[in-house]
Nanobody, 118 residues
Framework: VQLQAFGGGLVQAGDSLRLSCAASGRTWTNHVMGWFRQAPGKEREFVAD????????NYADSVKGRFTIPRDNAKNTVDLQMNTLKPEDTAVYYC????????????WGQGTLVTVSS
């Protein structure tokens, strides 16, 4: 199983940025794909996820209304569209996947750094 995250960078507050996660190595039905982030000196936290089968989405309160999690079944990719970015969104963002029946993440991708300047 491999999760590859792309798209981090340096942006200004108010800008948009799109991250992409390419998933390979298994069939992703009955799985949940998502994004976590870890800011400097803080714990890793949940950002958003999507169930592969039904497409139902969940978002952390801190990103609701600003972030969306589009999915491309044909390409096996899950993106994170981030709008109206704030300096507090600065973090390393990680793509993650878990089996639908699991509460814990089963696979992590490498992180991609997003820096939002004020």
């Amino acid at each position: 199983v491999q999760l590859q995250a792309f798209g981090g960078g340096l942006v200004q507050a108010g800008d948009s940025l799109r991250l992409s996660c390419a998933a390979s190595g298994r069939t992703w039905t009955n799985h949940v794909m998502g994004w976590f982030r870890q800011a400097p000196g803080k714990e890793r936290e949940f950002v958003a996820d999507i169930t592969w089968n039904l497409g139902s989405r969940n978002y952390a309160d801190s990103v609701k209304g600003r972030f969306t999690i589009p999915r491309d079944n044909a390409k096996n990719t899950v993106d994170l569209q981030m709008n109206t970015l704030k300096p507090e969104d600065t973090a390393v963002y990680y793509c993650a996947a878990r089996r639908s029946a699991s509460r814990n993440v089963n696979w992590w991708g490498q992180g991609t750094l997003v820096t939002v300047s004020s």
